[in-house]
T-cell receptor, first 112, second 115 residues
């Protein structure tokens, strides 16, 4: 069966520091991968998606970036965090467009 | 632009009572529709989905949802709620055209269960 992992589970970082959040999927090949951010009271916002290694599409312009160095690995990064980057970050995978997305446990990021 | 509206931010229901959570979508073609549940500090778990066919879909944990094209709605129902159903519920839809867009989510409905 497929599983999706995210780490770290919780992260507290100072403003201006770098960020790296990792997501890995097991038990499937060539998944579509997604990064969402969930801010308090604002639902989920799609940040990035990827249909293959090295292929990244950005939905929202911001100081975050994403990379997919391996088929089942998706990384969310920032060179300098802002206070507004605080939130709950969720990674998801699917077998294709419109297909069900399965979510990881999330990473809670607090920028101080 | 595609959008999903969940008009109720909070709903309080007594344990054992019936539940209906509302969801309306804005999209011209037939969307793919989903309901997810999120417990505090956790990821999202899929409750059910509608792609095509029978407009009444059954999900896990005793939930069901009905797709009504004429009302652009996909409301979630449960005949008798349990205290463990207290959580945040999200309705979402996917664009059924080409590409790999993510899901468009509503802002969620927070369900409170009264003893």
């Amino acid at each position: 069966s497929q599983t999706i992992h995210q780490w770290p589970a919780t992260l507290v970082q100072p403003v201006g520091s770098p960020l790296s959040l990792e997501c890995t999927v097991e038990g499937t090949s060539n998944p579509n991968l997604y990064w969402y951010r969930q801010a308090a009271g604002r639902g989920l916002q799609l940040l990035f998606y990827s249909v293959g290694i090295g292929q990244i599409s950005s939905e929202v312009p911001q100081n975050l970036s994403a990379s997919r160095p391996q088929d089942r690995q998706f990384i969310l990064s920032s060179k300098k965090l802002l206070l507004s980057d605080s939130g709950f970050y969720l990674c998801a995978w699917s077998n294709g467009r419109g297909e069900t997305q399965y979510f990881g446990p999330g990473t809670r990021l607090l920028v101080l | 632009a595609q959008s999903v509206t969940q008009p109720d931010i909070h709903i309080t229901v007594s344990e054992g009572a019936s539940l209906e959570l509302r969801c309306n979508y804005s999209y011209g073609a037939t969307p793919y529709l989903f309901w997810y549940v999120q417990s505090p500090g956790q990821g999202l778990q899929l409750l059910l989905k509608y792609f095509s066919g029978d407009t009444l879909v059954q999900g896990i944990k005793g939930f069901e949802a009905e797709f009504k094209r004429s009302q652009s709605s996909f409301n979630l129902r449960k005949p008798s709620v349990h205290w463990s159903d207290a959580a945040e519920y999200f309705c979402a839809h996917a664009y059924s055209g080409g590409g790999a867009d993510g899901l468009t989510f509503g802002k969620g409905t927070h369900l409170i269960i009264q003893p």
